[in-house]
Each structure stands twice: as structure tokens, then as C-alpha cells.
């Protein structure tokens, strides 16, 4: 492994997405709105106004009611219980449970943003020979493009994570008088779960895009990996299954068996030749 070479491939790729505003304009964007605006305008309409305090309406109401249905007897029901306000009761619930996905969906986006671009755009550019032929293996050179989606993909997402961490708890830490994203699922989900996610969804797309022959091609065969993010968005919104530290630990181990397998495939499936041929439209 040529940890030079792999530094100066991460590099580079991280330069050329930085100079197009195309790129992180957008991905800048949608983090603000879903990991930072969002959460802290639900933070404080929650307890502060009647728009989502459930006295006036029964949907809301209803919802809540199911929510508190499926949480078994334990410390979340008995803080949910103690809350009174239906308004304060689902702003709770949702900043600590549905957010969760919220910020997964968002980093699915932002690394399928960054990684679709890894091999199309040298191809569109005519610089994928240059390097197959430059002395770097092939290991290395998916290694530097993975990396250079991996590493900004993941360090957004936790810079959006404090932000709203501190944002949040200013708002809601002086009526709940407890730190509101701050608990063992949410460490797990970010700490285990996000960093799997991430890669995996960074090896797909890298993999995509090496055998694409445009970048168009690319975005669109790509994107299908956002749609069961999506899923998970929508089922943990309905209410239709709550996470656990333990659920949260065994998806991170699920996603990691993936990137393994994924990893196996690059490797088994990709060499110069396969690469040289992928550039013949």
C-alpha cells in the first residue's frame, strides 16, 4: 500500500469537488435544512406554540398516542409520560428517535453526491489513462477514491451533528432539564451505524461509477441506493418500528458485513484492462 500515492489521489479529488459549486453548494444545503434547521425549528415549536401541540388536532394527537403504545415501560416512556403537552411529548420523540434516520438519509445523499463523480468525471475529462498508467495499483487508486468521498462525507455529518447537538439543547434544555440527542443510541447510530453507511454507500457508488462510462450514467444507476434510506426516513416516521441501542449495533455489524463484501468485489472485479474497456462508449 503507497499511502503517498492513496494521499495524493484523496487529495486531488477532494480539490476538484471543493472547486464545483455544483457539488458542495448543494450538499451544504441539504445538511443545514434536514440536520440543523429542521430540528430546531420543531425544538421550539414544540412546546412554544399551538401549531403542533395536538389540543387542536386529533391526528397529532392520535400519533402520539400509537408512539407511546409501542414504547415499552422504561425511562423514555416515563419522560414522554411526565411531559403532559402532547406538543412537548412528539417534539421529544422525534428529536430522539426519527431524527436519526433523518441524518442517515443525509449522509447517504452527501457521499452518493461525492463518490458517483470518482472515475466518470476522470473519464469525461480524459484522465483515467494517465492514471492506469501512472505506477499505482489499482487497490490503492479505489483506496484514494474512497477515501476522498469517505473522509468529507463523514466529517460534515458530525460538524451538522454538534451543531444541532448545542442548537437543540439551547432551545429545549431549559423545559426538558435533560440533553436532548445525547444518548447511547444516538452515539451508536453516529459512531457505528453512519461511519458503515457511509463506506458502503461510497464502495457501491465507486464501484458504479468505474463502470460507467459518463458521469450521468453514474448519478442515475447510483441513486437507487438512496431509496431505502428514504424507506427507513418514512417507516421511522410513521411510527412503524422504533430503534434500540441493540437494533442500532446489529445494523452497524450488518453494514460492515457489506462493506466486506463489497470490498471482496472491487478487488475481484476490477483491474486495468476492465477499466481501459470501461472508457469505450
Known amino acids: 500500500m503507497n499511502k503517498e500515492m492513496i494521499k495524493a489521489i484523496a487529495l486531488k479529488d477532494i480539490n476538484i469537488v471543493m472547486k464545483s459549486s455544483k457539488t ?20 421550539y415549536l414544540g412546546f412554544r406554540t399551538e401549531i403542533i401541540s395536538g389540543e387542536t388536532d386529533g391526528d397529532i394527537k392520535k400519533m402520539t398516542e400509537k408512539v407511546m403504545g409501542m414504547l415499552s ?18 417534539s421529544y420523540y422525534f428529536l430522539n428517535f426519527t431524527f436519526i434516520s433523518l441524518f442517515l438519509m443525509v449522509a447517504v445523499i452527501n457521499s452518493t453526491v461525492t463518490s458517483t463523480s470518482s472515475f466518470a468525471t476522470e473519464k469525461e475529462r480524459g484522465t483515467l489513462e494517465t492514471l ?13 477514491k474512497t477515501m476522498a468521498s469517505f473522509l468529507p462525507t463523514l466529517g460534515i455529518t458530525y460538524a451538522a451533528y454538534i451543531v444541532c447537538v448545542v442548537i437543540v439543547n439551547a432551545i429545549t434544555y431549559p423545559v426538558y432539564s435533560k440533553l ?59 411510527g412503524l ?10 445494523i452497524g455489524l450488518f453494514l460492515f458485513g457489506m462493506v466486506a ?21
Not at 416512556?77 to 412528539?90: E, N, R, V
Open 73 to 90: 415501560a422504561g425511562e423514555m416512556k416515563d419522560t414522554l409520560l411526565a411531559l403532559g403537552s402532547t406538543g412537548k411529548q412528539l
Open 24 to 43: 458542495w453548494v448543494p450538499i451544504f444545503v441539504v445538511t443545514f435544512l434536514f440536520c440543523v434547521l429542521f430540528p430546531a425549528i420543531l425544538a
Open 241 to 250: 418500528f422504533l430503534l434500540t441501542v441493540w437494533i442500532c449495533f446489529l
Open 180 to 238: 436532548i440527542m445525547f444518548n447511547e443510541m444516538w452515539f451508536v447510530m453516529m459512531f457505528w451505524v453512519t461511519p458503515a453507511l457511509i463506506l458502503l454507500v461510497i464502495l457501491f457508488n465507486v464501484l458504479v461509477s468505474a463502470r460507467s462510462k459518463t458521469l450521468q450514467e453514474a448519478q442515475q444507476l447510483g441513486g437507487i441506493i438512496i431509496l431505502p434510506a428514504v424507506g427507513f426516513v418514512i417507516s421511522q416516521t410513521a
Open 132 to 144: 492506469l498508467f501512472s505506477p499505482i495499483s489499482i487497490r490503492d487508486l479505489f483506496i484514494g
Open 261 to 281: 463484501l463489497l470490498l471482496v468485489l472491487t478487488a475481484k472485479y476490477n483491474n486495468r484492462n476492465v477499466l481501459f474497456e470501461s472508457q469505450i462508449r
